[in-house]
């Protein structure tokens, strides 16, 4: 055990700020409470005053079981230790100089918040966006509230073959009824009502067994009420390479299952079609007064690489598609953070097992660290981030015991080199950041906060049948927080 009066002792403990309230902070900070040799206090940071990040927006309103996972963060933000500052910008409300003045230690769970483009002609015209932002807007992010898509046409493009391009796919797919019970957002509910796409076309430029969706995604579009999954079975027939790999892969086996299903199935006479069209990538994108109409593509043959890798190469044949709506799901990337290092050709934040490092394979930044996708690039699913942030954490023991991080002074000091407000609060924890944030004129959300707001969403779900209907807007959020606290009715 630490002795006392030194960093991780109870008398001093370590101040953590994790930057992120998305699952990959969430873990984090779990795996800190969990530590039995240093003690830790920790305050988690969001841009948003709602916490859960990717759950929350980006998990498909149908999928209402994986959000379920929430249950274990609430458990984790009922421990004394930690608390919860959300509606504060990092950059704006606090600096990355702040944050190293008031904490031991700082954790980056700030996520891919940027997407990849195709980088072809026409990729910028109207009505062509990325899965993001569709997700995104669907799913009630502040954000992306605002957007217009044109949901008019009959025929959409999505690009890609992960996760994402399948729930992007399946919402645009399924029946209002289907959607009705869900919290997705009124009004996408209602642009989706309206809709008249009838033709859904998923390109991926490889084949299917490099096909990035799980088995259930590929399994959920086959079940939809009003549309039939279209395979054509000549893209079932597999190379040596591929039937390789496919021996060794047991959800690409899955996978393939499904797909030679859904092949023989075909046509059923549904109003609504999902086209699949492997080894097939766009190249270039045209339109007619200045929006999308039509994407032009090439067909692909695989080839391995030196490392065994299948990749794919052009070959020259070509075919356009008429589309009016385009949704490209390529792949993320993170955006750089004022003061953080950053890798821009892996869009990460550089380090060695969670420690920041000045520079890719450079120096480590004593007292930073990095969990998630921040971490290790738009990887794996939610669970994913579990075992990720444990590593990350016992960098971050293994440094307070080594005493590779300095510990800062007991009273914080602020950008403008001014002392704050004298600490206080229970087994050491420094409450000044409280008082430096009201001094910024931070409106920070409580978890308590947050717990209004929560109730307030499910309580008007429950008069609809719904999971939740979802508050988009940020300054209603902040309305309802204040007349709730004052005892007014909402």
């Excluded at 692909?300 to 949704?327: M, P, Q």
């Amino acid at each position: 055990m630490i002795p006392t009066g030194e960093l991780g002792s109870s008398s001093r403990p370590v101040r953590v700020a994790i930057i992120g309230a998305g699952p990959s902070g969430f873990y984090a900070a779990g795996a800190l409470l969990q530590q039995k040799d240093a003690h830790v206090t920790i305050d988690i940071f969001d841009r948003l005053p709602t916490p859960y990040g990717l759950v929350r927006y980006g998990v498909a309103p149908d999928h209402q079981k994986i959000k379920s996972v929430t249950r274990i963060y609430e458990r984790t933000m009922k421990d004394s230790r930690v608390r919860y500052f959300g509606n504060v910008n990092l950059g704006t409300d606090i600096s990355h100089a702040d944050l190293k003045a008031y904490y031991d230690q700082i954790i980056y769970a700030v996520g891919a918040q940027s997407d990849r483009k195709l980088d072809i002609p026409g990729e910028d015209l109207g009505g062509s966006f990325s899965a993001t932002e569709f997700v995104a807007w669907y799913n009630g992010h502040p954000d992306f509230r605002h957007y217009e898509f044109d949901l008019t046409v009959e025929s959409v493009a999505v690009i890609g073959v992960g996760n994402v391009a399948m729930d992007v796919t399946r919402i645009l797919a399924k029946s209002v009824d289907e959607l009705k019970t869900t919290d997705i957002t009124d009004y996408a509910l209602e642009e989706l009502r309206e809709s008249k796409v009838r033709r859904i076309h998923i390109f991926a430029r490889r084949g299917p067994v490099q096909a990035k969706f799980t088995n259930p995604e590929i399994k959920e579009l086959g079940e939809l009420e009003v549309a039939d999954v279209i395979v054509n079975p000549a893209d079932l027939v597999l190379d040596e390479a591929s039937q390789a790999e496919l021996a060794e892969d047991r959800t690409a086996q899955r996978n393939m299952e499904t797909l030679r299903e859904l092949a023989e199935r075909g046509s059923t006479g549904k109003p609504k079609q999902i086209i699949f069209h492997f080894l097939r990538s766009p190249t270039e994108i045209s339109g007619s007064g200045g929006t999308v109409s039509a994407m032009k593509t090439e067909k692909n043959a695989l080839y391995a690489t030196e490392t065994g890798y299948l990749s794919c190469r052009g070959t020259g044949t070509y075919k356009e598609f008429d589309v009016g709506l385009i949704f490209r799901s390529i792949g993320y990337r993170g955006v750089p953070i004022p003061g953080v290092p950053f890798y821009d050709r892996w869009g990460i934040i550089p380090n060695e097992r969670g420690r920041v490092t000045a520079e890719h394979g450079g120096a480590v930044v004593s007292g930073e660290y990095a969990v998630g996708w921040a971490k290790r690039g738009p990887t794996g699913v939610i669970g994913t981030n579990k075992p990720d942030a444990v590593e990350t954490v016992k960098m971050m023991m293994e440094d307070v015991k080594s005493a590779a991080i300095p510990a800062v002074g007991a009273i914080g000091t602020a950008a403008n080199g001014q002392q704050s407000p004298q600490p206080g609060g229970q087994n050491g924890r420094v409450d000044n950041i409280v008082a430096f944030l009201r001094e910024r004129g931070a409106a920070f959300v409580s978890f308590a906060d947050w717990q209004i707001l929560e109730q307030i969403e499910n309580e008007r779900g429950a008069q609809r049948g719904q999971p939740r209907v979802k508050i988009t807007d940020v300054k209603e959020m902040l309305r309802l927080i204040r007349t709730a606290k004052e005892g007014v009715a909402p």
